[in-house]
């Protein structure tokens, strides 16, 4: 049971650079999340997804696009990389589709842009 | 709109010392999560905190809750080198997203 998996571990970019960020569970959770983490600021919510089919906006969407593949993979996709995408990027998972239950992490995907 | 509030968000000590880091919040919050994150490693959950009142204690550390004042705290008892870490407290507004507060750095020295 490996739980949240996320690839690539580490990932350099040019500006302008495209590249998709992978996450998979494999705890048949039905909420997925992707956060990105910068230095003093906590986590901050990219985007999430309640269920398979469905994914919404969280508090810092642009610049990125997501796609819930099926129940357990979530991907996040960065279009045109910008210096300010550098950051730690975790994906989580959590049994149900509302907020409350406990969410669960991956390792985390480490990012910088040039 | 929900803000959580750590504090202090850095905090050196000496093992076998106590210690309560703060996590303040702005309005309504259905429960609080505690979080610990090791060096360049994923988050882990510690606590989940569901009513006024509530304690959840996990051998040196005790998390409680007090929704009046909107504090929760997470007290460190005889502090130990293991548990040098950044710990995170989240809120939960109405049912909505996770908010999650700035961290708390804590360094436990020998």
């Known amino acids: 049971n490996a739980g949240v998996t996320q690839t690539p571990k580490f990932q350099v970019l040019k500006t302008g650079q495209s590249m998709t960020l992978q996450c998979a569970q494999d705890m048949n959770h039905n909420s997925m999340y992707w956060y990105r983490q910068d230095p003093g600021m906590g986590l901050r919510l990219i985007y999430y997804s309640a269920s398979e089919g469905t994914t919404d906006k969280g508090e810092v969407p642009n610049g990125y696009n997501v796609s819930r593949l099926n129940k357990r993979e979530f991907s996040l996709r960065l279009e045109s990389a910008a210096p300010s995408q550098t950051s730690v990027y975790f994906c989580?998972?959590?049994?149900?589709?509302?907020?409350?239950?406990?969410?669960?992490f991956g390792p985390g995907t480490r990012l910088t842009v040039l | 709109e929900l803000k959580v509030e750590q504090n202090p968000l850095f905090l050196s000590m000496q093992e076998g010392k106590n210690y309560t880091i703060y996590c303040n919040y702005s309005t309504t919050s259905d429960r609080l999560y505690w979080y610990r994150q090791d060096p360049g490693k994923s988050l882990e959950s510690l606590f989940v905190l569901l009513s006024n009142g509530a304690v959840k204690q996990e051998g040196r550390l005790m998390a409680s809750l007090d929704t009046k004042a909107r504090l929760s705290t997470l007290h460190i008892t005889a502090a130990v080198h293991d548990l040098s870490a950044t710990y995170f407290c989240?809120?939960?507004?109405?049912?909505?997203?996770?908010?999650f507060g700035q961290g708390t750095r804590l360094t436990i020295n020998p």
């Open positions: 989580a998972s959590s049994k149900g589709d509302a907020w409350a239950d406990t969410q669960y």
């Open positions: 989240a809120g939960l507004p109405g049912a909505q997203k996770l908010v």
